[in-house]
């Protein structure tokens, strides 16, 4: 009896030293992301990282996945769901399926340059958009830029009719669909880990991103046009699981807010300075052309694609196109 009781005594102790050394291993946070390093989300994310494991001692460690190593963004949100990845930062037009009011930066033509998306996005009504997929479990925590939308294309695009019968690559966005249907192309969703070769080898004609992607992703060397155009918004939301939020402390939380904020501040200034940096890094190459706009051909545009709003005004609200278009007064 003796024996047994000291056999169950020491297995006792050994699960209680498995405890502890379970309770001092620290919290991996699984970030993934579709883009490359050297990007504006790329830079946030490593330094997220670096600030999380400083600010909480190490007792919480990122682990970082770029160019789709994890998940595509058409997949990420369902896998946060299963616990399979745990942060996110994917373009504000993946989350139709969780919310419609944030279909909203996919309207084309609606902020004039980053500094109105900057007012309306820390206004109240901004602020609460972030909140708007909490009853499908997951959490917004912030917003990422990375800038105004560019076109790229075969054919050198001026005015709408230029692009009529064109295939563009769009996200998964029913307004980013009526946005090419109503300059008579044909959209077509892909995901983003494929433009390149759709691109180069014709399969599509051209597509709409930020400068910076345009860049990093070589699209420029395969696209031998870029209208100017900057149409629309490319921004991401960052975002985690409930179950991974409220599963972490008080102090945890805290201290992975604070160093997501300072994560923000940083990759938007990347942004802004890669906008400018790699645009011209792209005029250098003289592999595309970069075709500016005039102000007749700009406002064909806009008169063409401006119906848009209309079309989903319903669905993410008046009062909200509304804001967001005031904000571009300052």
Known sequence: MQRILALAAAGLAALTLYALALADEPVVIKFSHVVAENTPKGQMANKFKELVEEKTGGAVVVEVYPNSQLFGDDKVLEAMLLGDVHMAAPALSKFSRYTDVLALYDLPFLFEDMDAVDRFQQSEQGQAMLSSVSKKGLIGLGYLHNGMKQLS??????????????????????????????????????????????????????????????????????????????????????????????????????????????SLAFGNEVAAQKAIEDKQKIAESGRSEIIELTPAQRAQWVEVMRPVWKQFEMEIGPELIEAAYQANEG
């Open 153 to 262: 294309s075969s054919k050198p695009l001026r005015v709408p009719e230029d692009a009529k019968g064109l295939k563009f690559r769009i996200m998964s966005s029913e307004v980013l669909e009526a946005q090419f249907e109503a300059i008579d192309a044909a959209p077509l969703k892909k995901p983003f880990s494929e433009v390149f070769t759709l691109l180069q080898t014709r399969a599509i004609d051209g597509q709409e991103n930020s400068w910076s992607n345009i860049y990093s992703k070589k699209f420029f060397e395969v696209q031998p046009y870029i209208t100017e155009s900057n149409h629309g918004l490319l921004d991401y939301m960052v975002v985690t699981s409930k179950e991974l939020w409220m599963g972490l402390s008080d102090e945890q939380r805290a201290q992975i807010k604070e160093a997501l904020d300072e």
